[in-house]
Protein backbone atom coordinates (compact mmCIF):
# COMPACT_ATOMS: atom_id res chain seq x y z
CA UNK A 1 0.00 0.00 0.00
CA UNK A 2 2.68 2.58 0.80
CA UNK A 3 4.34 2.19 -2.58
CA UNK A 4 1.14 2.81 -4.15
CA UNK A 5 -0.04 6.33 -2.01
CA UNK A 6 2.13 7.71 -4.87
CA UNK A 7 -0.73 6.64 -7.90
CA UNK A 8 -3.13 7.38 -5.77
CA UNK A 9 -2.74 11.26 -6.10
CA UNK A 10 -3.06 13.60 -8.82
CA UNK A 11 -1.44 16.83 -9.35
CA UNK A 12 -4.65 18.30 -9.96
CA UNK A 13 -6.42 16.99 -7.25
CA UNK A 14 -4.25 19.23 -4.50
CA UNK A 15 -5.22 22.45 -3.76
CA UNK A 16 -3.02 25.21 -2.19
CA UNK A 17 -4.22 28.64 -0.07
CA UNK A 18 -8.15 27.92 -0.42
CA UNK A 19 -10.22 29.70 1.32
CA UNK A 20 -14.03 28.32 2.69
CA UNK A 21 -17.05 29.87 4.19
CA UNK A 22 -18.00 26.60 5.30
CA UNK A 23 -17.79 22.76 5.29
CA UNK A 24 -20.55 22.43 2.13
CA UNK A 25 -18.02 24.66 0.42
CA UNK A 26 -15.32 22.13 1.47
CA UNK A 27 -16.71 18.99 0.24
CA UNK A 28 -18.29 21.09 -3.34
CA UNK A 29 -14.63 21.77 -4.52
CA UNK A 30 -13.28 18.28 -3.23
CA UNK A 31 -15.96 16.72 -5.74
CA UNK A 32 -14.56 19.56 -8.45
CA UNK A 33 -11.25 18.46 -7.74
CA UNK A 34 -11.56 14.55 -7.27
CA UNK A 35 -12.98 14.58 -10.81
CA UNK A 36 -9.58 15.35 -12.14
CA UNK A 37 -8.54 12.27 -11.97
CA UNK A 38 -9.06 9.58 -14.24
CA UNK A 39 -10.35 7.10 -12.21
CA UNK A 40 -13.85 9.68 -11.72
CA UNK A 41 -14.07 10.44 -15.33
CA UNK A 42 -17.57 8.96 -15.56
CA UNK A 43 -19.07 9.86 -12.06
CA UNK A 44 -20.27 13.49 -11.63
CA UNK A 45 -19.45 16.35 -9.21
CA UNK A 46 -22.88 15.92 -7.62
CA UNK A 47 -22.66 11.88 -6.99
CA UNK A 48 -18.87 12.40 -5.16
CA UNK A 49 -20.51 15.72 -3.06
CA UNK A 50 -23.64 13.63 -1.85
CA UNK A 51 -21.37 10.46 -1.19
CA UNK A 52 -19.01 12.70 0.58
CA UNK A 53 -22.18 14.75 3.11
CA UNK A 54 -23.84 11.21 3.17
CA UNK A 55 -20.64 10.02 5.64
CA UNK A 56 -20.07 13.61 7.03
CA UNK A 57 -23.75 13.76 8.66
CA UNK A 58 -22.87 10.48 10.38
CA UNK A 59 -20.16 11.77 11.82
CA UNK A 60 -17.67 14.70 11.48
CA UNK A 61 -14.17 13.65 9.63
CA UNK A 62 -12.60 16.21 11.52
CA UNK A 63 -9.43 14.57 13.18
CA UNK A 64 -8.27 17.08 15.32
CA UNK A 65 -5.24 19.48 15.65
CA UNK A 66 -6.33 21.55 12.52
CA UNK A 67 -6.94 18.46 10.30
CA UNK A 68 -10.00 17.17 8.60
CA UNK A 69 -10.28 13.85 6.78
CA UNK A 70 -13.36 13.88 4.24
CA UNK A 71 -14.07 10.38 3.28
CA UNK A 72 -16.51 8.18 1.13
CA UNK A 73 -17.09 5.38 -0.92
CA UNK A 74 -18.26 5.12 -4.52
CA UNK A 75 -19.97 1.70 -6.40
CA UNK A 76 -17.66 0.66 -9.68
CA UNK A 77 -14.56 2.77 -8.48
CA UNK A 78 -11.63 0.65 -9.34
CA UNK A 79 -9.16 2.13 -6.95
CA UNK A 80 -8.84 5.26 -4.32
CA UNK A 81 -8.42 8.44 -5.52
CA UNK A 82 -6.98 10.91 -2.65
CA UNK A 83 -6.16 14.90 -2.95
CA UNK A 84 -5.23 17.22 -0.16
CA UNK A 85 -5.92 21.02 0.40
CA UNK A 86 -4.86 23.40 2.20
CA UNK A 87 -6.49 26.45 4.47
CA UNK A 88 -3.91 29.02 5.94
CA UNK A 89 -7.14 30.74 7.30
CA UNK A 90 -8.65 28.02 8.51
CA UNK A 91 -12.27 26.62 8.16
CA UNK A 92 -15.26 25.27 10.74
CA UNK A 93 -15.26 22.08 10.30
CA UNK A 94 -17.50 21.04 13.85
CA UNK A 95 -14.25 19.97 15.41
CA UNK A 96 -14.72 18.89 18.66
CA UNK A 97 -11.40 20.64 19.81
CA UNK A 98 -13.17 23.25 18.28
CA UNK A 99 -10.18 24.66 15.77
CA UNK A 100 -10.57 25.85 12.44
CA UNK A 101 -8.88 22.66 9.95
CA UNK A 102 -5.96 24.15 8.21
CA UNK A 103 -5.05 20.81 6.24
CA UNK A 104 -7.91 18.44 4.39
CA UNK A 105 -6.81 15.14 2.64
CA UNK A 106 -9.58 13.56 1.48
CA UNK A 107 -9.86 9.66 -0.04
CA UNK A 108 -12.93 8.37 -2.54
CA UNK A 109 -12.80 4.54 -2.07
CA UNK A 110 -14.10 1.66 -3.98
CA UNK A 111 -17.21 0.41 -2.11
CA UNK A 112 -15.27 -2.94 -2.54
CA UNK A 113 -12.46 -2.29 -0.67
CA UNK A 114 -13.48 -1.87 3.24
CA UNK A 115 -10.31 -3.16 4.56
CA UNK A 116 -7.39 -1.18 2.42
CA UNK A 117 -10.01 1.99 2.84
CA UNK A 118 -9.31 1.47 6.97
CA UNK A 119 -5.48 0.64 6.44
CA UNK A 120 -4.95 3.84 4.18
CA UNK A 121 -7.23 6.10 6.91
CA UNK A 122 -4.74 4.65 9.50
CA UNK A 123 -1.60 5.48 7.38
CA UNK A 124 -2.39 8.54 6.68
CA UNK A 125 -3.76 9.69 10.19
CA UNK A 126 -0.40 7.88 11.88
CA UNK A 127 1.93 10.39 9.28
CA UNK A 128 -0.38 13.33 10.37
CA UNK A 129 0.61 12.79 13.88
CA UNK A 130 4.13 14.16 13.62
CA UNK A 131 4.61 17.25 15.43
CA UNK A 132 4.35 20.48 13.29
CA UNK A 133 3.44 18.46 10.35
CA UNK A 134 0.42 20.39 9.55
CA UNK A 135 2.32 23.84 9.89
CA UNK A 136 5.04 22.37 7.33
CA UNK A 137 2.65 21.49 4.82
CA UNK A 138 0.04 24.70 4.98
CA UNK A 139 3.47 26.69 4.01
CA UNK A 140 4.43 24.56 1.17
CA UNK A 141 3.54 25.95 -2.38
CA UNK A 142 4.72 22.97 -4.07
CA UNK A 143 2.50 20.18 -4.95
CA UNK A 144 4.47 17.81 -5.37
CA UNK A 145 6.27 18.45 -2.49
CA UNK A 146 3.26 18.23 -0.75
CA UNK A 147 2.49 14.74 -1.95
CA UNK A 148 6.20 13.71 -0.84
CA UNK A 149 5.07 14.58 3.13
CA UNK A 150 2.35 11.87 2.41
CA UNK A 151 4.11 9.04 0.19
CA UNK A 152 7.17 9.52 2.91
CA UNK A 153 5.22 9.44 5.92
CA UNK A 154 3.27 6.55 5.61
CA UNK A 155 6.16 4.75 3.81
CA UNK A 156 7.62 5.04 7.05
CA UNK A 157 4.36 3.83 9.39
CA UNK A 158 4.38 0.95 7.36
CA UNK A 159 7.65 -0.76 7.49
CA UNK A 160 8.46 -4.07 6.32
CA UNK A 161 7.63 -7.05 8.88
CA UNK A 162 10.87 -9.42 8.33
CA UNK A 163 9.95 -12.89 8.90
CA UNK A 164 10.35 -14.75 12.56
CA UNK A 165 10.39 -18.16 11.81
CA UNK A 166 12.29 -18.87 14.60
CA UNK A 167 9.56 -18.45 17.35
CA UNK A 168 6.42 -20.04 17.80
CA UNK A 169 2.97 -18.95 20.00
CA UNK A 170 1.57 -21.04 22.50
CA UNK A 171 -1.87 -21.25 23.69
CA UNK A 172 -2.51 -23.41 26.92
CA UNK A 173 -6.39 -23.17 27.56
CA UNK A 174 -6.53 -24.91 31.20
CA UNK A 175 -9.85 -25.51 32.89
CA UNK A 176 -8.22 -26.98 36.28
CA UNK A 177 -6.66 -24.77 38.85
CA UNK A 178 -3.90 -27.22 40.24
CA UNK A 179 -2.89 -28.35 36.38
CA UNK A 180 -2.77 -23.99 36.23
CA UNK A 181 -0.38 -23.84 38.91
CA UNK A 182 2.06 -26.90 37.42
CA UNK A 183 1.92 -25.13 33.80
CA UNK A 184 2.40 -21.86 34.39
CA UNK A 185 5.75 -23.05 36.81
CA UNK A 186 6.10 -24.30 34.03
CA UNK A 187 6.42 -21.76 31.60
CA UNK A 188 7.58 -19.35 33.34
CA UNK A 189 10.64 -21.13 34.34
CA UNK A 190 11.14 -20.90 30.49
CA UNK A 191 13.27 -18.56 28.73
CA UNK A 192 10.19 -16.85 26.79
CA UNK A 193 9.86 -13.24 25.47
CA UNK A 194 6.46 -13.10 27.37
CA UNK A 195 3.59 -14.89 28.79
CA UNK A 196 0.32 -13.30 29.22
CA UNK A 197 -2.73 -15.61 31.04
CA UNK A 198 -6.35 -14.50 30.26
CA UNK A 199 -9.43 -15.14 32.33
CA UNK A 200 -11.33 -17.33 29.50
CA UNK A 201 -15.20 -19.25 29.65
CA UNK A 202 -16.26 -21.88 27.86
CA UNK A 203 -18.40 -22.62 25.45
CA UNK A 204 -21.08 -23.93 27.72
CA UNK A 205 -21.24 -20.71 29.89
CA UNK A 206 -23.17 -19.07 27.26
CA UNK A 207 -24.99 -21.91 25.97
CA UNK A 208 -26.85 -22.86 28.76
CA UNK A 209 -27.78 -18.65 28.98
CA UNK A 210 -29.86 -20.06 25.61
CA UNK A 211 -33.43 -21.06 26.94
CA UNK A 212 -32.93 -24.27 24.58
CA UNK A 213 -29.95 -25.18 26.77
CA UNK A 214 -30.74 -24.31 29.68
CA UNK A 215 -30.50 -26.93 33.05
CA UNK A 216 -28.31 -29.09 30.51
CA UNK A 217 -24.85 -28.01 32.51
CA UNK A 218 -26.10 -28.46 36.23
CA UNK A 219 -21.85 -29.14 37.65
CA UNK A 220 -20.00 -26.35 38.20
CA UNK A 221 -16.51 -28.19 37.08
CA UNK A 222 -15.59 -25.52 34.46
CA UNK A 223 -15.94 -22.56 36.59
CA UNK A 224 -12.36 -21.98 36.31
CA UNK A 225 -10.94 -21.16 32.92
CA UNK A 226 -8.27 -19.32 31.97
CA UNK A 227 -5.66 -18.98 29.23
CA UNK A 228 -2.08 -18.90 28.89
CA UNK A 229 -0.13 -17.32 26.02
CA UNK A 230 3.41 -17.81 25.91
CA UNK A 231 6.43 -17.10 22.72
CA UNK A 232 8.63 -19.22 22.76
CA UNK A 233 11.92 -19.81 20.72
CA UNK A 234 11.81 -22.63 17.94
CA UNK A 235 14.52 -24.82 20.34
CA UNK A 236 12.23 -24.73 23.64
CA UNK A 237 9.24 -25.37 22.47
CA UNK A 238 9.02 -29.13 22.16
CA UNK A 239 10.47 -29.43 26.33
CA UNK A 240 7.63 -27.13 27.32
CA UNK A 241 5.09 -29.16 25.28
CA UNK A 242 6.55 -32.73 26.88
CA UNK A 243 6.56 -30.83 30.05
CA UNK A 244 3.15 -29.91 29.95
CA UNK A 245 2.22 -33.38 28.31
CA UNK A 246 3.81 -35.20 31.88
CA UNK A 247 1.85 -32.74 34.13
CA UNK A 248 -1.32 -34.09 32.65
CA UNK A 249 -0.68 -37.39 32.51
CA UNK A 250 -0.91 -37.34 28.78
CA UNK A 251 -2.47 -34.76 26.94
CA UNK A 252 -4.12 -36.69 24.38
CA UNK A 253 -6.54 -38.23 27.51
CA UNK A 254 -6.70 -34.86 29.57
CA UNK A 255 -10.17 -33.52 28.95
CA UNK A 256 -9.31 -29.91 31.13
CA UNK A 257 -5.84 -28.64 28.98
CA UNK A 258 -5.81 -27.63 25.53
CA UNK A 259 -2.45 -27.05 23.84
CA UNK A 260 -2.11 -25.57 20.62
CA UNK A 261 1.52 -24.24 18.79
CA UNK A 262 1.53 -22.11 15.84
CA UNK A 263 4.56 -20.79 13.98
CA UNK A 264 5.06 -16.78 14.07
CA UNK A 265 5.29 -15.12 10.64
CA UNK A 266 6.55 -12.13 12.80
CA UNK A 267 7.46 -11.14 16.53
CA UNK A 268 9.03 -8.48 18.13
CA UNK A 269 9.23 -6.96 21.37
CA UNK A 270 8.74 -8.25 24.95
CA UNK A 271 6.75 -8.30 28.18
CA UNK A 272 8.26 -7.74 31.52
CA UNK A 273 7.35 -10.34 34.82
Not at 33 to 55: C, G, H, M, T, Y
Not at 156 to 169: D, G, I, M, P, V
Not at 195 to 216: K, M
Request: hydrophobic content about 40%.
Amino acid sequence: MPARIREFFEHECVAIGEKFENKEAVLRTIARLAVQNPLLKDVSESNIFNALLERENLISTDFGHGIAIPHCKLEGLKDFVIGTITVPDGVDFQAEDTELVRLIIFIIAPLQEANEHIRLLSLISQTLQEPGIVDKIVKETDREKIINYFVCGTEECAFSLSSTRNRYLMHIFVQDEGLFEDIIQVVSSTDSSSIVVVDSQYEGTYLQRIPLFANIWSDKDHDFSKIIIVVLENELTNDVVRRIDHICGGLHKCDHVLLTVQSLFYSAGSLQL
